[in-house]
């Protein structure tokens, strides 16, 4: 009987040890996408859509594009967005939308503006803004809100009412800065 009850206790103690480790290392892997609201900042101006626009362009990014952004530096929260890309483009190409990569350290212009990665920008057909943010929010990008979604309908609707800018949520993060 005794021997059980040692086993339970074991049991119970690395139970608490994975779960306050788990809970250790979420705090360190979750952040604010847009901490110095900078992206919030910049999407208040008014030629923001255009200029966005133009230095996607810039870097050789094509009306119809989903364009995912990032850079060299090692981020483990890169790797989580995998299935959010997939996921949008298979919701996405039968309006002819393609995934296309950039790499933030080589747009100077474009890590100014995008204040973490993995983000997303969606060009339309007609080379206009449609979304610009984060793929989704929360411990690991997967226990908080999945926009791929409200990305989705959003690119869909039919009559152009400006870009989506999502600079607000929490999640796993890496800043662009130092890129």
């Given at each position: 009987?005794?021997?059980?009850?040692?086993?339970?206790?074991?049991?119970?103690?690395?139970?608490?040890?994975v779960?306050?480790?788990?809970?250790?290392?979420?705090?360190?892997?979750?952040?604010?996408?847009?901490?110095q609201?900078?992206?919030?900042?910049?999407?208040?101006?008014?030629?923001?859509?255009?200029r966005?626009?133009?230095?996607?362009?810039?870097?050789?990014?094509?009306?119809g594009?989903?364009?995912?952004?990032?850079?060299?530096?090692?981020?483990?929260?890169?790797?989580?967005?995998?299935?959010?890309?997939?996921?949008?483009?298979?919701?996405?190409?039968?309006?002819?939308?393609?995934?296309?990569?950039v790499?933030?350290?080589?747009?100077?212009?474009?890590?100014?503006?995008?204040p973490?990665?993995?983000?997303?920008?969606?060009?339309?057909?007609?080379?206009?803004?449609?979304?610009?943010?984060?793929?989704?929010?929360?411990?690991?990008?997967?226990?908080?809100?999945?926009?791929?979604?409200?990305?989705?309908?959003?690119?869909?609707q039919?009559?152009?009412?400006?870009?989506?800018?999502?600079?607000?949520?929490?999640?796993?993060?890496?800043?662009?800065?130092?890129?």
């Amino acid at each position: 009987m005794m021997k059980k009850k040692a086993g339970w206790l074991v049991v119970a103690v690395w139970l608490c040890s994975v779960m306050t480790g788990l809970w250790i290392y979420g705090g360190n892997q979750t952040s604010e996408f847009d901490p110095q609201l900078s992206l919030t900042a910049a999407s208040s101006e008014r030629d923001f859509d255009t200029r966005f626009v133009a230095y996607l362009n810039e870097a050789g990014i094509r009306p119809g594009s989903l364009v995912h952004l990032q850079t060299d530096s090692p981020c483990f929260c890169n790797s989580l967005s995998r299935q959010h890309q997939y996921d949008l483009s298979e919701l996405l190409k039968e309006q002819g939308y393609s995934l296309s990569v950039v790499n933030l350290s080589e747009h100077p212009s474009l890590a100014d503006i995008v204040p973490s990665f993995p983000a997303l920008a969606v060009l339309d057909a007609e080379n206009q803004l449609r979304y610009l943010g984060a793929y989704a929010t929360g411990l690991g990008c997967y226990t908080g809100d999945d926009l791929v979604a409200t990305i989705a309908n959003w690119v869909k609707q039919d009559n152009y009412q400006g870009a989506m800018i999502n600079a607000d949520g929490e999640g796993c993060y890496c800043p662009t800065s130092g890129a």
